[in-house]
């Protein structure tokens, strides 16, 4: 249990230990941490569930109502210095975040930034409005789509980039005062997760309900009556639901506009699924994808992953030894692929670019004999984890 109390109109204490009045708090999801408002580095409180803090003696129900509780315990000007005669002069921080959508891949990302607010948003800030916080999702093409321009996919979010604005108060921005590099202060980055998305006060949740053998794009295409999708501009738009019993979230990235049947008809790559392990509800048994020779992504003896792979119990029947190769950021962390070899070919398991495979030192990349079992645990993106039935050295 955190305990917080007032000391003075300077200091507040922490489990008993005193502190400055320089500390400023960051909500994400039902947890909350409390950073120093000069020096992002000088945590105080990592990421922990609201119920886990007492403030003034009491406790509160949501991160939201601790946050609102913490302002003025946390942080003050008086803080500052200067002769003010111990006079502690009102003031009621309450923080602003600007979301400034997504970018694929920049050069430099401060200057990125610099050009898409002078260009696009307009920062309005008071005195009160510290801190005022810039973030930008980051999003990732597949690994076998080009490395630019137009593709049959979908780009994925990967992670969500902060930065303090050091600006100050007044109009910033189109329409206002422009902004420069230095006026920004990078915070670390952050795993982007369906609460960044659904905790977002604009945000439009749709939940599309359980599906079974049909794709969230069909659903939405045969909707009667049409259903009406807001601009990127108002807010983001969540799709939530189950296909085939597993937990999925989409992130809308097409054009708004009525959806459905006699309506306008959505695309493959109005949507973004959200990165995160899917959750399989009800069942525990995965359905069989059988591959062989002639399986899509299985060429010259070598199988590549691919992302219906997913969620399926993987059964190689091949003739003759072959290759597995495993592609960088085509899952996330925490995904689980399992499967056997049925055939007479041994499956050697190979990292593709950017990849990096690990497994027992005393045993083999490779399956061990026919009908032997092997998993692969995605332990992040690139860093991936062999084990099961596999051959000793």
Not at 262 to 277: K, M, Y
Request: with cysteine.
């Amino acid at each position: 249990m955190n305990t917080i109390n007032i000391v003075n109109d300077k200091r507040f204490s922490l489990n008993d230990t005193e502190y400055l009045k320089n500390y400023i708090t960051e909500v994400r999801g039902n947890n909350i941490s409390i950073f120093n408002c000069y020096e992002s580095k000088d945590v105080l409180v990592e990421l922990s569930h609201y119920s886990q803090f007492k403030v003034k003696g009491l406790t509160y129900s949501s991160a939201k109502a601790l946050q609102v509780a913490l302002l003025d315990v946390l942080y003050s000007r008086n803080t500052l210095g200067g002769d003010n005669h111990d006079y502690a002069f009102e003031q009621n921080n309450v923080g602003k975040i600007y979301e400034l959508g997504f970018f694929e891949k920049v050069d430099n990302l401060y200057t990125a930034i610099v050009n898409l607010v002078n260009s696009y948003y307009t920062l309005n800030l008071t005195e009160k409005d510290t801190p005022a916080i810039l973030t930008i999702f980051k999003s990732e093409r597949p690994y076998w789509a080009p490395a630019s321009g137009p593709f049959n996919g979908t780009m994925r979010p990967v992670a969500k980039h902060g930065f303090l604005f050091l600006g100050g108060k007044g109009t910033w921005g189109l329409n206002g005062a422009t902004i420069t590099a230095d006026m920004l202060y990078a915070l670390p980055a952050e795993n982007l997760t369906v609460n960044d998305i659904e905790s977002n006060p604009s945000t439009q949740a749709i939940n599309f309900g359980a599906l079974t053998n049909q794709t969230v794009l069909q659903w939405l295409n045969t909707r009667v009556p049409g259903l009406a999708i807001q601009s990127q501009d108002d807010g983001y738009t969540l799709f939530k639901g189950t296909i085939d019993g597993m937990l999925k979230s989409y992130l809308w990235v097409g054009t708004a506009g009525i959806y459905g049947a006699g309506s306008t008809q959505s695309i493959a790559n109005d949507f973004q699924e959200l990165s995160g392990e899917s959750l399989q509800v009800g069942s525990v048994h995965r359905p069989v994808k059988v591959i062989n020779e002639n399986t899509a992504g299985f060429e010259n003896g070598t199988y590549t992953l691919r992302l219906d792979d997913k969620d399926k119990w993987l059964t190689f029947n091949v003739g003759s030894n072959f290759t597995v190769r495993i592609p960088a950021f085509i899952f996330p962390a925490n995904t689980l692929l399992e499967g056997d070899s049925t055939g007479n070919g041994q499956a050697t398991f190979v990292a593709g670019s950017g990849a990096t495979l690990t497994h027992p030192p005393s045993e083999m990349p490779k399956t061990a004999e026919k009908n032997s079992v092997f998993a692969l645990k995605f332990r992040t993106a690139t860093d991936i984890s062999l084990y099961g039935r596999l051959e000793l050295l």
